[in-house]
């Protein structure tokens, strides 16, 4: 079993930045995938960015490439996702997710999740 809990969510203005972290825990597989989703109401949930075990393979959404940025540290068994330059249209509860070896897109890749953290950015 897998465990994931973010953290770092909140209300900030246009413009502003936030810090998201997940921490995983429990069986969390060798050299796994880790990304983040988004989902605002009444849309389905979409993919933001993911990142390789090593760190070397990033992948971003368009809609937040230059702006968001994805990192992890291994020895903490946690990823992070630097968002900055963030927009109302960015506002979503924010999750993590997991899953062994290469990239996924789609949620129905990933097997664990994390509880999700709310994003809300004003205008």
């Known amino acids: 079993q897998v465990q994931l809990v973010e953290s770092g969510g909140g209300l900030v203005q246009a413009g502003g930045s936030l810090r998201l972290s997940c921490a995983a825990s429990?069986?969390?597989?060798?050299?796994?995938?880790m990304a983040w989703f988004r989902q605002s109401p009444g849309k389905e949930r979409e993919f933001v960015a993911g990142?390789?075990?090593?760190?070397?393979?990033?992948y971003y959404a368009d809609s937040v490439k230059g702006r968001f940025t994805i990192s992890r540290d291994n020895a903490k068994n946690t990823v992070y996702l630097q968002m900055n330059s963030l927009k109302p249209q960015d506002t979503a509860v924010y999750y993590c997710?997991?899953?062994?070896?290469?990239?996924?897109?789609?949620?129905?890749?990933?097997?664990?999740w994390g509880q999700g953290t709310q994003v809300t950015v004003s205008s």
């Open positions: 997710a997991v899953r062994p070896y290469g990239p996924d897109f789609g949620r129905s890749g990933y097997d664990y």
């Open positions: 429990g069986r969390t597989f060798s050299r796994n995938f």
């Open positions: 990142i390789s075990w090593t760190g070397t393979g990033t």
